[in-house]
């Protein structure tokens, strides 16, 4: 089994920062994209960042120039840091991976964190 565990969440006052975390454990051969997704109160879960092996990153629309994704390949983590945070962010957000297990090795399957609450002030 994986298992996806955030932390960094908080309250922070619109324009303050934050630095969300996702560590990756369990059974693991390697993982391919890791990401950010977050889920607003009566809105979908959407995706806010997604990093690839190689480094290639996506970002929201909304996020760009703000918000910046980092993975360390080493540790199984991931990390957002969030710049210039806007009442619009707040939300859960929750950490994703695509992981290869020895259970299935070739293909890769999906896994989410618990998630962590983003409440930015206005």
């Known amino acids: 089994q994986v298992q996806l565990v955030e932390s960094g969440g908080g309250l922070v006052q619109a324009g303050g920062s934050l630095r969300l975390s996702c560590a990756a454990s369990?059974?693991?051969?390697?993982?391919?994209?890791m990401g950010w997704y977050r889920q607003a109160p009566g809105e979908q879960r959407e995706l806010v960042a997604r990093?690839?092996?190689?480094?290639?990153?996506d970002y929201a629309d909304s996020v760009k120039g703000r918000f910046t994704i980092s993975r360390d390949n080493a540790k199984n983590m991931v990390f957002l840091q969030m710049n210039s945070l806007k009442p619009e962010d707040t939300a859960v957000y929750y950490c994703?991976?695509?992981?290869?297990?020895?259970?299935?090795?070739?293909?890769?399957?999906?896994?989410w964190g618990q998630g962590t609450q983003v409440t930015v002030s206005s």
């Open positions: 369990g059974s693991i051969i390697s993982i391919d994209h």
């Open positions: 990093i690839r092996t190689g480094g290639i990153t």
């Open positions: 994703n991976a695509l992981v290869r297990t020895p259970r299935l090795p070739l293909s890769s399957s999906s896994y």
